[in-house]
């Protein structure tokens, strides 16, 4: 299983968000760490600019998003802008991508949210072409007429993960994709509905077996404050709970909020759960440092004592 950290834009001005995610992925580089994610978040960074950015900070790691929503550009554009930052990082970009949630796409964007399975299944046929630098791409599906010019091959072969939550979305993923990119699944969802159907859906299309990245909260605690690190998970990332689509993901499992899938704990707790998840499937865990303290100093070293042990567990599960 490969252990890798969320890299993204938090508190500050745009200069010491890039300085700080700058030395952030110098950071998990040097510990070792097989993949660093790049949110997508709607009121900050692209993370196709930030992963170019990191690229060309860095030799190694691979480069994923996490995840880029679709509706917002043209699949020639996604794939341009793709292809790009994969050719600055060396062949490293991993490309998630998904349909994102109506509350982004409707609520904010003002784009219509209507079929997004199937709106991704025409988009991923696009961009797979697109990907594939042939040097034209003629699509004609239910949602996308494409006859463009397209002169940029890649530097390698883009995997592509979709982030797919719901039976229909697994299928595409398996059929269409290299993996998925979840949030919001427990050990349960992962292992009874997650893999099941996205293993079938790759292995009926004759693909290999996908990626299952799951995304996790850890937190490095004594065993008195794992509440504290659950109540603060619940508070700083609990807004996704709302979104119908997570909320049918959490039904495939036994948590119910964010704060019940944090894994808090000494190392060995921390070590066994995410081993959990690999018994479960999970062929990547994409760890969400989540510090606690009463103060900006606790909060930091906090944040530090549970990196060092995750790059630590990263070299001993591997």
Same mark, same amino acid.
């Given at each position: 299983?490969?252990?890798?950290?969320?890299?993204?834009?938090?508190?500050?001005?745009?200069?010491?968000?890039?300085?700080?995610?700058?030395?952030?992925?110098?950071?998990?580089?040097?510990?070792?760490?097989?993949?660093?994610?790049?949110?997508?978040?709607?009121?900050?960074?692209?993370?196709?600019?930030?992963?170019?950015?990191?690229?060309?900070?860095?030799?190694?790691?691979?480069?994923?998003?996490?995840?880029?929503?679709?509706?917002?550009?043209?699949?020639?554009?996604?794939?341009?802008?793709?292809?790009?930052?994969?050719?600055?990082?060396?062949?490293?970009?991993?490309?998630?991508?998904?349909?994102?949630?109506?509350?982004?796409? !409707?609520?904010?964007? %003002? /784009? @219509?949210?209507?079929?997004?399975? &199937?709106?991704?299944? #025409?988009?991923?046929?696009?961009? =797979?072409?697109?990907?594939?630098?042939?040097?034209?791409?003629?699509?004609?599906?239910?949602?996308?007429?494409?006859?463009?010019?397209?002169?940029?091959?890649?530097?390698?072969?883009?995997?592509?993960?979709?982030?797919?939550?719901?039976?229909?979305?697994?299928?595409?993923?398996?059929?269409?994709?290299?993996?998925?990119?979840?949030?919001?699944?427990?050990?349960?969802?992962?292992?009874?509905?997650?893999?099941?159907?996205?293993?079938?859906?790759?292995?009926?299309?004759?693909?290999?077996?996908? !990626?299952?990245?799951? %995304? /996790? @909260?850890?937190?490095?605690?004594? &065993?008195?404050?794992? #509440?504290?690190?659950?109540?603060? =998970?619940?508070?700083?990332?609990?807004?996704?709970?709302?979104?119908?689509?997570?909320?049918?993901?959490?039904?495939?499992?036994?948590?119910?909020?964010?704060?019940?899938?944090?894994?808090?704990?000494?190392?060995?707790?921390?070590?066994?759960?995410?081993?959990?998840?690999?018994?479960?499937?999970?062929?990547?865990?994409?760890?969400?440092?989540?510090?606690?303290?009463?103060?900006?100093?606790?909060?930091?070293?906090?944040?530090?004592?549970?990196?060092?042990?995750?790059?630590?567990?990263?070299? !001993?599960?591997?």
């Amino acid at each position: 299983m490969r252990i890798g950290v969320m890299i993204g834009p938090e508190k500050g001005d745009s200069g010491r968000k890039l300085e700080r995610m700058l030395r952030d992925i110098a950071w998990a580089e040097s510990a070792g760490l097989d993949t660093a994610w790049i949110p997508q978040v709607p009121n900050d960074f692209d993370a196709l600019v930030t992963v170019t950015a990191m690229g060309l900070a860095t030799s190694r790691i691979e480069l994923g998003t996490a995840v880029v929503p679709l509706q917002a550009q043209h699949p020639i554009a996604l794939a341009r802008q793709a292809l790009s930052a994969h050719a600055a990082a060396g062949g490293r970009l991993a490309l998630g991508v998904g349909p994102s949630h109506h509350w982004i796409i !409707r609520d904010m964007l %003002g /784009l @219509p949210y209507e079929k997004p399975a &199937a709106y991704t299944r #025409d988009y991923l046929e696009v961009l =797979a072409a697109g990907l594939a630098g042939t040097g034209s791409v003629d699509v004609e599906n239910s949602t996308f007429t494409v006859h463009n010019p397209l002169d940029l091959g890649p530097v390698a072969p883009v995997p592509v993960l979709v982030a797919a939550l719901g039976p229909v979305m697994l299928r595409i993923a398996g059929e269409r994709a290299d993996g998925t990119v979840l949030w919001m699944a427990d050990e349960r969802a992962v292992a009874e509905h997650v893999v099941p159907k996205i293993n079938k859906a790759a292995a009926d299309a004759g693909r290999s077996a996908p !990626r299952v990245v799951v %995304g /996790l @909260p850890v937190c490095l605690c004594s &065993a008195g404050q794992v #509440d504290e690190a659950r109540a603060r =998970a619940n508070r700083i990332l609990g807004e996704a709970e709302v979104s119908p689509n997570y909320q049918r993901l959490l039904e495939q499992g036994d948590a119910r909020t964010i704060g019940d899938l944090c894994i808090a704990g000494d190392e060995e707790a921390i070590a066994a759960g995410l081993r959990r998840y690999a018994d479960a499937g999970a062929t990547d865990i994409s760890v969400r440092l989540l510090p606690i303290g009463d103060d900006r100093d606790a909060l930091v070293a906090s944040k530090r004592r549970t990196r060092e042990m995750v790059a630590d567990l990263a070299r !001993r599960l591997r």
